[in-house]
């Protein structure tokens, strides 16, 4: 890597739908620039990219992994990044580490819905791209009928590269050039330099999008696969301009890119190794920067030494002495420097746009197993959290569970079985617990009177509460209007704790009490046996007695929902919603999907994700936001509360 020039670079991730053949057509890449002495199979679970035990075991990418490769005095660095939309996460870091991408498609299968995301994530980042038809070894494959597939979902500018250029594909090239096309309609000769030079520009301008035709198993198209990467593909001082914010002014402006520029980098992506523990990805826009150094954090405003830059081929970890425009390397141990974050020359620093990740959408409780996965829970989580923007996690305050939470279940799936196999912590997983609340519909009046005497000193207090319903979200107020000394002073607080430890167990079942005020306004008390512990009790008394005559009730989240689908995967998306007691409050047009607004009850969108893939066959994508408590239907109330455990408590 030390050896090449930033034009004789090359940085391209890899995307397409889950088993389309990313990795497949990697391996016969690594094979045909001898890279590798032998192609990996998937079957086999010897890959260079899929190393880790669980991708082994699933048989499909779940990380996005680095492999690289030297072809024709070109140096080619390649991210694979995971075909599912539970791992989206690594898909949009590994597109802000490269400078052009390929897009693999399944012979068989066509323009499958994981393709049409990768490719509009493409479009959005403005990536120039390659796309490889692969496994048309496959029986009963009609080529054609896919390149007429990706012209009408894509673009009408993908073209099939033959060598010579066909007819079809000069009229493309020149139409994107326009001196060019001048001298085709003119009839005068177009040299062979002359169109290639058109269709590289061409390409980096996303005017066209090559198309070649191979398989990974028999190798057809492999090597004009690398040779489109190299010749067709932009390098690093070719790529389309970066724009990143000055740190002081928030001005933004155009990076220079090039080896003697100033140092810029960004970290793409975190990923934890059982060796060397966490590992840093970057991606070099700009200058130089030696291993065994130093470099300035800017979105952290920090130094911070290092050790020496590693360039990786999956789970191989190769020093280099130094890195420079266009490179993706590794970095073990950094103590500040998190994933997002810009690193450049202190003296002319720049801070490139962060990441914008979509909420996780799937939730589960986990409890741990034994006392010992109990210690160890928590370290592992954060390493799991920190190397994987999409998945989360929370200790709920009210329910007193630790809850996780990612993009659909294979994503929490594998994240439990990471527990167990990289940090030996076994966790039991559920759904969780929806976090209800009770109030009070109406006003209500109430003696609490605790009186006790045993011998000695005894417990007496006294007090009358008024309960009055509050707006939603208001929470809890205290009044006092005690007048004429019938309680002291001094005993108040004491009144309001027990109403305050009553309404946190709540009356008619478990959950807290909210949105209501409660106001002192008489009582009694003794000389001698009031205490503070009498009207604490007297107070709880009062409370619960009068919220059973203002007509409890239960309140549950409901949240803000956004539902991105296609055109044609909208019919049963409203009648869906309203089964799950949720009410669309809007539908409008964004890009090529339409989005629908609603509001849904928390307790009907756990499983929501897997339903949705299953209604839009994968093309389906939901946002959700607490919005408000509102009253659950009595019917629904009634199971709930017989369900609880304070409620089957009490009737026993």
């Given at each position: 890597m030390d050896n090449f020039k930033p034009e004789a670079k090359r940085s391209v991730v890899f995307v397409s739908h889950a088993q389309a053949g990313k990795t497949s057509v990697i391996e016969a890449m690594l094979f045909a620039a001898g890279s590798t002495t032998r192609k990996g199979s998937i079957a086999e679970g010897n890959t260079v990219s899929d190393y880790n035990t669980d991708e082994i075991s699933r048989k499909n990418s779940i990380n996005s992994s680095i492999l690289n490769l030297t072809w024709k005095n070109n140096f080619i660095q390649i991210v694979d990044t995971p075909g599912y939309a539970d791992f989206i996460a690594d898909m949009i870091t590994g597109l802000r580490a490269v400078d052009g991408a390929v897009v693999i498609i399944d012979a068989a299968g066509g323009v499958a819905v994981g393709t049409e995301r990768a490719w509009d994530m493409l479009e959005e980042a403005g990536l120039p791209r390659i796309i490889f038809v692969n496994k048309i070894d496959?029986?009963?494959?009609?080529?054609?009928?896919?390149?007429?597939?990706?012209?009408?979902?894509?673009?009408?500018?993908?073209?099939?590269?033959?060598?010579?250029?066909?007819?079809?594909?000069?009229?493309?090239?020149?139409?994107?050039?326009?001196?060019?096309?001048?001298?085709?309609?003119?009839?005068?000769?177009?040299?062979e330099d002359e169109l290639q030079g058109a269709l590289k520009s061409a390409v980096a301008e996303g005017k066209i999008f090559p198309i070649l035709i191979g398989s990974a198993v028999t190798n057809a198209g492999i090597k004009e696969l690398l040779d489109g990467i190299v010749g067709d593909l932009p390098s690093p001082i070719e790529r389309k301009p970066i724009l990143a914010a000055d740190p002081n002014t928030k001005e933004k402006k155009e990076v220079k890119l090039g080896e003697d520029a100033p140092f810029s980098a960004f970290?793409?992506?975190?990923?934890?190794?059982?060796?060397?523990?966490?590992?840093?990805?970057?991606?070099?826009?700009?200058?130089?920067?030696?291993?065994?150094?130093?470099?300035?954090?800017?979105?952290?405003?920090?130094?911070?030494?290092?050790?020496?830059?590693?360039?990786?081929?999956?789970?191989?970890?190769?020093?280099?002495?130094?890195?420079?425009?266009?490179?993706?390397?590794?970095?073990?141990?950094?103590?500040?420097?998190?994933?997002?974050?810009?690193?450049?020359d202190e003296k002319q620093p720049v801070i490139f746009d962060p990441f914008v990740f979509p909420e996780p959408v799937y939730s589960s409780s986990v409890k741990p197993k034994t006392r010992a996965d109990e210690e160890k829970i928590s370290e592992a989580l954060s390493k799991l959290c920190a190397s994987d923007p999409t998945f989360k996690t929370s200790r709920d305050t009210q329910t007193k569970e630790m809850v996780i939470s990612g993009m659909g279940d294979q994503h929490v799936d594998v994240v439990v079985k990471r527990l167990k196999e990289r940090f030996h912590v076994e966790v039991e997983i559920g759904t969780p617990k929806i976090p209800y609340k009770e109030t009070i519909k109406r006003q209500a009046k109430a003696q609490g009177k605790h009186k006790k005497q045993s011998g000695g000193r005894g417990q007496y207090g006294d007090v009358w509460l008024e309960l009055q319903p509050l707006e939603r979200g208001k929470g809890f107020e205290f009044v006092d209007k005690i007048v004429g000394g019938a309680i002291p002073r001094n005993f108040l607080p004491s009144v309001e704790k027990g109403i305050r430890n009553a309404m946190n167990e709540g009356v008619i079942t478990s959950f807290p009490m909210v949105d209501f005020r409660a106001t002192a306004f008489d009582g009694s008390y003794h000389d001698v046996d009031s205490s503070d512990i009498a009207f604490q009790i007297a107070g709880a008394l009062a409370f619960r007695k009068a919220v059973m005559e203002a007509t409890p009730i239960l309140l549950e989240p409901i949240m803000d929902v956004e539902i991105a689908v296609p055109e044609d995967c909208m019919g049963a998306i409203p009648a869906d919603l309203n089964s799950r007691r949720g009410r669309v409050m809007g539908v409008e047009a964004r890009s090529k999907n339409q989005t629908i607004k609603a509001k849904v009850p928390l307790s009907e969108l756990y499983r929501y994700a897997t339903d949705l893939r299953s209604m839009t066959g994968g093309r389906g994508s939901y946002t959700m936001h607490f919005s408000h408590y509102e009253e659950v239907p009595a019917k629904i109330a009634q199971n709930i509360i017989a369900q609880n455990p304070k409620h089957k408590q009490e009737e026993e």
């Open positions: 496959k029986e009963n494959v009609n080529v054609d009928n896919v390149v007429k597939e990706i012209r009408e979902r894509f673009s009408k500018n993908a073209c099939v590269i033959k060598a010579p250029f066909s007819a079809e594909l000069i009229e493309t090239i020149v139409e994107s050039n326009d001196v060019l096309l001048e001298k085709y309609l003119d009839g005068k000769e177009l040299k970290v793409f992506k975190s990923a934890f190794d059982p060796f060397v523990g966490q590992l840093t990805l970057v991606r070099i826009f700009s200058g130089k920067l030696a291993s065994n150094t130093g470099f300035y954090n800017v979105t952290k405003g920090v130094k911070e030494r290092m050790g020496s830059f590693m360039v990786l081929q999956g789970k191989e970890q190769r020093p280099v002495a130094s890195a420079s425009c266009g490179d993706i390397v590794a970095v073990a141990k950094l103590k500040e420097t998190q994933l997002g974050d810009s690193i450049a």
